[in-house]
């Protein structure tokens, strides 16, 4: 089976109403990321940060798959796919997709402040904040924030390195190093980008279709279809 590496980004779940970063009413509008995703904003106002996460929780249990993450999923049954996503809902697992990439985390976990890997499913959508690990300290959201390390991108470098096709959804590429990866994909990949907007990042050589994620899908499917 021929391998296909999909990276997605917040405009693969606006179709589940779940809202982006950077387009018009996107959670860039309404906070600021230096005082809701940042260590030094858990540091100084852990109130915010932890309503922030939460609001979001709740959002995403309110939410579900859209016909792209089930198309995406569907891939599977004919190419060997690996999802690497920036985005930290589920929404990839819960269509079906077997193999994802949380390159910035989970939402629906959490985590011990003093020991990274002391990661916890959270029952419900909501942090109560002062809940402690097992070795006593607060337990935040399992979230990359800005300034901190981005310990599946050894992993997800890896897995562009062994791509034939990579589809990439719903993302500005504006943050790194999630960014960088397209250019770690083989010089001899087919690359697709599924998108309403053009990319600022310059891409090549690569196959823009200008649609939504489940749109966009529709007709990758069609054309993957043909080369299976
Ligand atoms: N279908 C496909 N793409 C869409 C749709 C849609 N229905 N709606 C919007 N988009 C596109 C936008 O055109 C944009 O290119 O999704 C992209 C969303 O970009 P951002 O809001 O910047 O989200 P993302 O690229 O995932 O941000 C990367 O930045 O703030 C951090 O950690 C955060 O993981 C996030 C990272």
């Keep these: ?30 906070y600021r990321v230096e005082e809701v995703a940042t260590p ?7 109130e915010l940060v932890n309503r922030f996460y939460n609001e979001r929780r709740k959002a ?3 939410s579900s798959p859209n016909k792209g993450h089930k198309l995406v999923a569907e891939l599977e049954k004919y190419f060997d796919v690996e999802v690497i996503t920036q985005n930290i809902d589920d929404l990839h697992e819960q269509a079906g997709s077997s193999k994802v990439c949380h390159l910035h985390g989970e939402l629906k976990k959490v985590r011990s402040s003093i020991d990274p890997n002391l990661i916890y499913d959270l029952d419900g959508w909501e942090l109560k904040l002062g809940d402690k690990c097992e070795k006593g300290s607060l337990l935040r959201p ?15 470098i890896m897995l562009m390195g062994e791509a034939e096709i990579v589809i990439i959804i719903g ?18 990949a087919s690359i697709f980008l599924i998108d309403p907007k053009e990319p600022k990042m310059n891409l090549g050589g690569i196959t823009h279709i200008a649609k939504g994620a489940s749109e966009g899908m529709e007709d990758l ?3 993957l279809k043909t080369i299976i």
């Design 60 to 62: 995403l249990y309110e």
């Design 40 to 46: 030094e904003a858990w540091e100084a106002n852990p």
């Design 221 to 223: 499917m069609k054309k």
């Design 142 to 156: 399992h979230i990359v924030w800005f300034g901190e390390a981005v310990p599946e991108i050894e992993r997800a």
């Design 1 to 30: 089976m021929k391998k296909i590496v999909v990276i997605t980004g917040a405009g693969m779940s606006a179709e589940s109403g779940l809202k982006t970063f950077r387009d018009h009413d996107g959670l860039w509008e309404n």
């Design 171 to 188: 993302t500005s590429l504006a943050v790194y190093p999630a960014a960088s990866l397209v250019h770690y994909a083989p010089s001899n």
